[in-house]
């Protein structure tokens, strides 16, 4: 079996196979045998480990996360390569070879718990790092732009790619649907249906922050981040056939790769790096550097490295350290904030609101959770508290006895903001929704294209032809060698006249 350790497996005390008890310590007599009125019942309610038994079973099950359910998670170290420090005070980026433990989750998105890994989808990318000024939280995917660009639009998305209300079943229909209806989906839509939508492992995709992220130094000045994890593993992917296959014989290929490859000793590694904008560019750029479904270029804005992160332990125990881990962008430590990216912004409130409710008010105790610095927050009580309570510490604020004061010497640089308050439409700021994934179209060689259209076919599977005919005059408004691919891959033909861009209603 994998990964059992039977010297793991004894008692911790010495005694060789350890002695049951009740959940309060006291011993359990017999583990098999009911307590009955004669040898054919009826039970007695005072088998109290027959209830404990029962009523544990019936609450193992804690809600799974309501998108990114099915994930594995490891544990490693970050180390500093490069030198960011005149960009941000965070202490743990303040030198090279400057070591800090980390935790890794990723992800597919779209199935549930017991979902196939080898699916198409995009992968999650959550990284958690222990600093020792609170946990950082890096929660981003396996591809460098989003499906929208408006929160508005988040849980519409999930409703579309999950199942179906009324058949239970995952809709192309739904899917498409609402993909071709927003045309800012289509970059995203174009990395899902080409190689990057199945990667062989976790361990062979890169990772991107997807968003505009800041940094701030020492002396006040601010800078527009992107950050980018490149795999040193290389990138290795799966065709639709291949997956088909896999996800047959296992369906925890990811899974078990990344499990059994640490088991080796094989520690799969990351190169860490970021692009750098300071923070004035923003309004001089030339294009929205808050906008989650675009890129940023490479040649105005080049790598900067940071470092390399290393997964190097498998954890104990699965539901305790990767079930029970909780990421969120609203985790940040001094030297690394937001941005005005309104889709991030969102986030920060969805991601500990989940947790609160998945895994309790008192989730940033768990060990997984828990930062590796003094936490002195003054909240108390609440479901699962498990340390002491701040024991009998004054619990108010003001108060005449300096507890519970702020640090202002951690102040965030102001950030100038303007604009009048409306449901402002992005659409009327920036409708350029082909020019990037016509670039990410055409630097994909003929078979990639080829792969592109037969994907995109298959995965449109039985949608309306109408559907259908939109994504094709999308694919041709990107680049006629794209519509007429796809066109061709699911035997019809391009439009003569492209139909109106669907307009969005309020
Ligand atoms: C998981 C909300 C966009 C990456 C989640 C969860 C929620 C959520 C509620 C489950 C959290 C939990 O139960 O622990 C949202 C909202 C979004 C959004 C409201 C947009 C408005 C994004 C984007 C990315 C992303 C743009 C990547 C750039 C992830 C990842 C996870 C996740 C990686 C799994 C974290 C883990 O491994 O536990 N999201 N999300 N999400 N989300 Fe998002």
């Known amino acids: 079996m994998h990964g059992s350790n039977s010297d793991e497996r004894k008692c911790p005390y010495g005694h060789g196979a ?47 996360r309501r998108m990114h359910a099915k994930g594995s998670g490891a544990f490693g170290t970050f180390t500093v390569t490069g030198d960011v420090s005149k960009y941000t005070r965070a202490k743990f980026l303040s030198e090279p070879g400057k070591q800090t433990e980390m935790f890794a989750r990723f992800t597919t998105v779209a199935g549930e718990r017991g979902a196939a890994d080898a699916e198409r989808d995009i992968r999650g990318f959550a990284l958690k790092f222990y600093t020792e000024e609170g946990n950082w939280d890096m929660v981003g995917n396996n591809t460098p732009v989003f499906f929208v660009r408006d929160p508005r639009h988040f849980a519409d998305l999930n409703k579309a790619v999950k199942r179906d209300p009324r058949t239970n079943m995952r809709s192309a229909t739904n899917n498409w649907d609402f ?58 992917h799966l065709t639709d056939a291949e997956a088909a296959q896999v996800v047959a014989g296992d369906r925890e290929s990811h899974q078990r790769d990344l499990y059994d490859a640490i088991e080796r000793g094989e520690f799969p590694k990351w190169k860490v790096m970021v692009q750098i904008m300071p923070e004035a560019e923003a309004e001089t750029c030339g294009f929205h550097p808050f906008d989650l479904t675009k890129v940023r270029s490479q040649k105005t804005y080049p790598l900067i490295e940071v470092g390399m992160m290393e997964l190097n332990r498998n954890p104990e125990n ?124 055409q ?55 492209l139909s109106p861009q669907p307009e969005l209603a309020d």
Request: hydrophobic share 35%.
């Open 179 to 236: 993909w071709t209806l927003l045309p800012e989906a289509f970059h995203q839509v174009t990395y899902v249906m080409g190689d990057r939508g199945i990667p062989k492992s976790y361990r062979h995709m890169d990772g991107f922050s997807s968003h505009t992220y800041s940094f701030y130094n020492e002396a006040g000045e601010r800078f527009w981040v992107k950050w980018h994890f490149k795999t040193q593993q290389g990138h290795a």
């Open 18 to 64: 350890t002695p049951l008890t009740t959940q309060f310590g006291a011993p359990v007599v017999d583990n098999s045998n009911s307590y009955t009125a004669g040898p054919r019942g009826p039970l007695l309610m005072q088998d109290v480990w027959l209830i404990e038994k029962l009523a544990n079973l019936n609450r193992e099950v804690i809600p799974e």
């Open 318 to 441: 699965f539901f305790a350290d990767v079930e029970q881990s909780a990421f969120a962008p609203s985790n940040l430590i001094p030297g690394i904030g937001v941005s005005p990216d309104k889709m991030l912004q969102a986030r920060l409130f969805a991601y500990s609101d989940a947790q609160r409710y998945r895994l309790g008010v008192n989730h940033h105790q768990i060990p997984v959770n828990a930062a590796r610095c003094p936490v002195f927050n003054n909240h108390r009580d609440g479901q699962g508290r498990v340390d002491g309570n701040y024991g009998s510490l004054l619990h108010y604020h003001p108060n005449s006895f300096d507890q519970w004061q702020g640090q202002p010497e951690f102040r965030e640089p102001p950030l100038r903001l303007s604009g009048d308050a409306d449901f402002w439409d992005f659409r009327q700021d920036d409708d350029d929704y082909f020019s990037q994934p016509r670039a990410l179209f």
């Open 443 to 497: 630097l994909m060689d003929d078979a990639q294209k080829e792969r592109l259209f037969g994907n995109t076919a298959r995965a449109m599977g039985d949608a309306p032809d109408f559907i259908k005919q939109r994504h094709i005059d999308n694919c041709t408004r990107c680049d006629p060698a794209y519509g007429a691919g796809v066109a061709a891959a699911l035997g019809m033909s391009v439009s003569a006249e």
